[in-house]
Antibody, heavy 116, light 110 residues
Framework: EVQLLESGGGLVQPGGSLRLSCAAS????????MGWVRQAPGRGLEWVSS????????FYADSVKGRFTISRDNFKNTLYLQMNSLRAEDTAEYYC?????????WGQGTLVTVST | QAGLTQPPSVSKGLRQTATLTCTGN????????AAWLQQHRGHPPKLLSY???NRPSGISERLSASRSGNTASLTITGLQPEDEADYYC???????????FGGGTKLTVL
C-alpha cells in the first residue's frame, strides 16, 4: 500500500524558514517523480514543485522560485521541501504527491502558517 | 503561470448526470490530456482519472473523462450524495515545464 507521510509544518514568522519532509513507502521510490502541491485555506490547489526520480531535474512555480528548494534522498525514501524567506501568502496545507504521469497518490498534508 | 479554467460551481439533482469542464491550451490539456481529482472537505485530493479516460482501480464506473481539443470533461452519471465535493483538473504544461491546476468546481447534489 502506497503511503506518503508529511511532517515539518508549523507556525513561522515572515522571513523565516521551514523544512518539510515526506516519508514514502509501498512503492519503488526512485522510480517515480514526486511533487509538492499546496492549498491555502478555502482556496484551490496550487502546484509548488516537482523533482525527477533521480533527483537530477527540478521544477518550480514562479511564486516560489528562488525561495524553495525540492530534494530527495532515495536511500531514505524521503522527499523534502526547504522553504526560505517565507511570506504570509505561503500559508497553506502542503501535500506530498507521487507522480506517475499524474498525481496518483497524496499524503494527508502538513500545515504551514506564516504569521507574526 | 496561468491555470486551467473550470466553472466555480455546478448543481444537479440526485441520480442526474453532471458534466464538469476544464479548458487549457495546446501545451497542456490539448497535448498531455488532463487528470481529474476529487476532494471532500477536510481530506486530501483523490485521483479519479488520468490521461483523459483512464480510471485508477476502485474508481466508480459512473465516472468517465474525455477530451476535445483543449477542453477536458468529467461526466458523473447517477449522482449520489457522496459525489458532492470539489473537483480539480490538472495537466503538465510542456511549454512552461510546470503542472497547472484548474481553480476547481464545487459540485452540489440537490
Amino acid at each position: 500500500e502506497v503511503q506518503l507521510l508529511e511532517s515539518g509544518g508549523g507556525l513561522v514568522q515572515p522571513g523565516g524558514s521551514l523544512r518539510l519532509s515526506c516519508a514514502a513507502s509501498g512503492f519503488t521510490f526512485n522510480n517515480y517523480a514526486m511533487g509538492w502541491v499546496r492549498q491555502a485555506p478555502g482556496r484551490g490547489l496550487e502546484w509548488v514543485s516537482s523533482i525527477s526520480g533521480s533527483g537530477r531535474d527540478t521544477f518550480y512555480a514562479d511564486s516560489v522560485k528562488g525561495r524553495f528548494t525540492i530534494s530527495r534522498d532515495n536511500f531514505k525514501n524521503t522527499l523534502y521541501l526547504q522553504m526560505n524567506s517565507l511570506r504570509a501568502e505561503d500559508t497553506a496545507e502542503y501535500y506530498c504527491t507521487k507522480d506517475s504521469g499524474s498525481y496518483d497518490y497524496w499524503g494527508q498534508g502538513t500545515l504551514v502558517t506564516v504569521s507574526t | 503561470q496561468a491555470g486551467l479554467t473550470q466553472p466555480p460551481s455546478v448543481s444537479k439533482g440526485l441520480r442526474q448526470t453532471a458534466t464538469l469542464t476544464c479548458t487549457g491550451n495546446s501545451n497542456n490539456v490539448g497535448n498531455q490530456g488532463a487528470a481529474w481529482l476529487q476532494q471532500h472537505r477536510g481530506h486530501p485530493p483523490k485521483l479519479l482519472s488520468y490521461r483523459n479516460n483512464n480510471r485508477p482501480s476502485g474508481i466508480s464506473e459512473r465516472l468517465s473523462a474525455s477530451r476535445s481539443g483543449n477542453t477536458a470533461s468529467l461526466t458523473i452519471t447517477g449522482l449520489q450524495p457522496e459525489d458532492e465535493a470539489d473537483y480539480y483538473c490538472s495537466a503538465w504544461d510542456s511549454s512552461l515545464s510546470v503542472w497547472v491546476f484548474g481553480g476547481g468546481t464545487k459540485l452540489t447534489v440537490l
